[in-house]
């Protein structure tokens, strides 16, 4: 759900903002947001609507938005609206810029999610060579490599191996993921 409401809220404030310049004022463009929207954004949107109806400030049912959604974007949104009902300013000049921030951010998680997942193959098969030669060298010469499990040293050899290639895997992992 907040992924299709992440994905939809950019469009809906460029739409917000296109009502706005062409002198719509910003309660009848959220009716317009409402109307056309995905569900998600519809359903959120419809809740602006009523609670503005029964009496709410827009500025403030706007910010109300975060707690039914609590994502940041959203919060955004909110804080843009009532600030600009507190203070006044140009309302689609700074919906504009919320629209453009929110498609920067969407774009840069986008782009971190990219890179991660080439680290994560990277470690995916850099972690999964050793066992793989080992497997090989059982199948070709098994005498060779069977020291490994019969001999004392060879077992505390092997516990070793487990070990640093755990704490290999755990490095990696914090090295990879990301908190955006």
């Known amino acids: 759900r907040e992924t299709k409401f992440l994905a939809a809220l950019p469009d809906a404030v460029d739409v917000i903002v296109r009502g706005i310049k062409a002198g719509l004022p910003l309660f009848e463009s959220i009716k317009v947001v409402a109307a056309d929207s995905p569900e998600p954004l519809r359903s959120e949107f419809l809740a602006i609507i009523e609670t503005q109806a029964i009496g709410m400030p827009l500025g403030e049912a706007c910010a109300r938005l975060y707690e039914r959604m609590p994502l940041p974007e959203a919060n955004f949104f909110g804080i843009v609206v009532s600030i600009q009902q507190k203070s006044g300013g140009n309302l689609s000049e700074a919906l504009g810029n919320l629209s453009k921030v929110l498609r920067d951010r969407k774009k840069m998680k986008e782009k971190i999610q990219a890179m991660s997942m080439e680290a994560k193959a990277s470690a995916g098969i850099i972690g999964s060579l050793p066992p793989i030669v080992m497997f090989l060298v059982y199948l ?10 019969t001999h004392p040293t060879g077992q505390l050899m092997l516990v070793g191996c487990v070990v640093w290639m755990s704490i ?13």
Do not use: A, C, E, R
């Open 140 to 149: 070709t010469t098994p005498q060779y490599i069977s020291v490994l499990w």
């Open 168 to 180: 290999g895997i755990m490095v990696m992992k914090k090295m990879i993921n990301f908190d955006f």
